[in-house]
C-alpha cells in the first residue's frame, strides 16, 4: 500500500475526527497561511470552496480574489489540510477570501454554476469552437453539448476584430480518474457501484484483444481495465479510440477522424468509444485482485473483507473507488483496512486569467430544478 497511502489515511482520518463541524462561514480578507496541499484555479471563491469540498484531503481553503493585487496569483485556490482539519493560523490579508470544506454538510455533489464572469477567460482546454450571438447562446451551446464542461466568448468591443462572438466550447473531466494503479500483492480494488442513470439506450462498446493502434495520442491515463479506459474515451471530448496496456495499466487516449491502422500485440487491447449511448457499467462491479489505487484518500476504516469495503464506498457518496488490504498484505498491522477514496469531478479550468471584452462561464446541465450557487 505504501507509506503515501497510509499517512494520507491518517491524515483524513484525524480530519474527521477533529473537524467534521459543518462550517460554510466565508471570512473575507482573512488568510489561512501554511498546510498548503495543492493550487487550482477558480473564477470565485465559492467554487473554490466546492473543489475544497471535493478534493480527498482538503479541509479548507485560501482564495486569491480578482482585486488581489500584490503579485501575479489572482484566482489561485490553494487547497489546504491539517492533522486536526482546522487552520493553524489566521492572518488579516486584503485581496483573499478563506473558508472551509463543506463535506460534513449537507452538500450537492454536482453543483450548479451559473454564474458568468465579465473580463474573465478561462484560458485552454479549447476542442471546439464556434460563432454565437452572445454569451448566453454560446453558455447554451456548451450546456447542450455533452462535453462541454466550460466556456470562454469573446464579445464584440474585443481587441482583435476578426475572432469577435467566437465561442470556445472547454474540457475537463466528468468522470472520475484515478491517479494511480499499481501491481501490490494483498490489496484488492474496486470502484463505487453507482453510476449516473441517464434516458440513453445500453450499449456494449466495441473492443479489439490483442491489438494496439500506435500514435495519435492525446492523454495517458491509467486505467484498472480495457473496459476503464473505454468509459474513459468515451467521456473524452475528443477521443476516437484508444489502446490499453495491461502490464503497466495505461490507458492511451488517441485522436484521428480520418483513419484507424491496427497492429497485434499481446497484452494490449483496443477499442472505439462508445457515442450516444450508455456503456454497459458492469465494470465497475469487478474487483481487481493485488491492484493497488494509491493516493486519494479520504479515509479509512478497518473491514473484515473486500465485499463490505465496496460496500461502503458505494453507500458513501463522496467515494468513486476504494482499496483494501488483505490478510495476506505485507505488513500486519496494516491488514484488513479499507481506504475510500475520490477525485474532482466539478467542472474545473486548467487556468483563470483578467481579459478585457471576454465572457466565461459553466454548463448548466446541473442547474435543472436545482438552486444556483
Given at each position: 500500500?505504501?507509506t503515501?497511502?497510509?499517512?494520507v489515511?491518517l491524515?483524513?482520518l484525524?480530519?474527521?475526527?477533529f ?15 501554511g498546510?498548503?496541499v ?5 473564477p470565485?471563491v ?26 501575479d496569483?489572482?484566482f489561485f ?7 486536526n ?5 489566521q ?10 470544506s ?12 451559473s ?14 469552437a464556434l ?42 473531466w ?13 490489496v484488492?480494488?474496486?470502484?463505487s ?21 500506435p500514435?495519435n495520442?492525446i492523454?495517458?491515463?491509467p ?7 473505454q ?20 490507458c ?5 477522424n ?5 497492429q497485434?500485440?499481446?497484452g494490449?487491447?483496443?477499442g ?17 485482485e493485488n ?8 479515509r479509512?476504516?478497518?473491514?473484515d ?5 465496496q ?16 490478510d495476506n ?12 477514496k ?5 467542472p474545473?479550468p ?9 465572457v ?14
Open positions: 500500500m505504501g503515501h497511502l497510509i499517512l489515511g491524515l483524513s484525524c480530519s474527521l475526527s473537524g467534521q463541524d459543518c462550517n460554510q462561514q466565508l471570512l473575507e480578507n482573512v488568510d489561512f497561511p498546510n498548503d495543492t493550487s487550482l484555479f477558480s470565485d465559492e467554487h473554490c470552496q466546492q473543489l475544497c469540498t471535493q478534493h480527498p484531503s482538503c479541509d479548507f481553503f485560501t482564495f486569491f480574489r480578482a482585486d488581489w493585487n500584490k503579485d496569483r489572482n485556490c490553494l487547497i489546504k489540510a491539517a492533522p482539519g482546522q487552520p493553524t493560523v492572518a488579516p490579508l486584503q485581496g483573499v477570501t478563506s473558508g472551509f463543506l463535506q460534513p454538510c449537507s452538500q450537492d455533489l454536482e453543483p450548479c454554476l454564474k458568468v464572469y465579465q473580463n474573465v477567460d478561462f484560458f485552454g482546454a479549447d476542442y471546439r460563432f454565437t450571438a452572445d454569451s448566453e447562446e454560446c453558455q447554451r451551446a456548451c450546456t447542450q453539448d455533452p462535453a462541454c464542461q466550460f466556456f470562454t466568448f469573446i464579445n464584440e468591443a474585443f481587441k482583435t476584430a476578426d475572432i469577435r462572438n467566437k465561442c470556445h466550447l472547454k474540457f475537463s466528468p468522470v472520475p480518474r484515478i491517479p494511480l494503479i499499481e501491481k501490490k500483492t494483498g484488492t480494488s474496486g470502484f457501484e453507482i453510476t449516473e442513470i441517464t434516458q440513453q439506450s445500453v450499449c456494449q462498446g466495441k473492443l479489439f484483444p490483442n491489438t494496439d493502434i500514435g495520442d492523454e495517458n491515463i486505467a484498472a481495465s480495457p473496459e476503464h479506459c468509459a474513459l474515451c468515451s467521456a473524452h471530448s475528443v477521443c476516437t479510440y484508444f489502446s490499453f496496456n495491461s502490464n503497466d495499466f495505461s492511451n487516449l488517441k485522436n484521428n480520418n483513419n484507424i491502422v491496427t497485434g500485440k499481446d494490449v487491447t483496443s472505439i468509444p462508445a457515442r450516444f449511448c450508455q456503456l454497459d457499467n458492469t465494470w465497475v462491479q469487478v474487483v481487481h491492484v493497488d489505487f494509491p493516493g486519494s484518500d479520504i479509512f476504516e478497518p473491514m473483507d473486500a465485499d463490505t469495503c460496500r461502503t464506498c458505494t453507500q458513501d457518496p463522496y467515494c468513486h473507488f476504494y482499496s483494501y488490504t488483505n498484505f505485507g505488513d500486519p498491522n496494516f491488514r484488513r483496512l479499507c481506504f475510500l475520490r477525485t474532482i469531478t466539478m474545473a486548467t487556468k483563470v486569467a483578467k481579459l478585457a471584452n471576454v466565461s462561464g459553466f454548463q448548466l446541465r446541473n442547474c435543472n430544478s436545482k438552486t444556483t450557487v
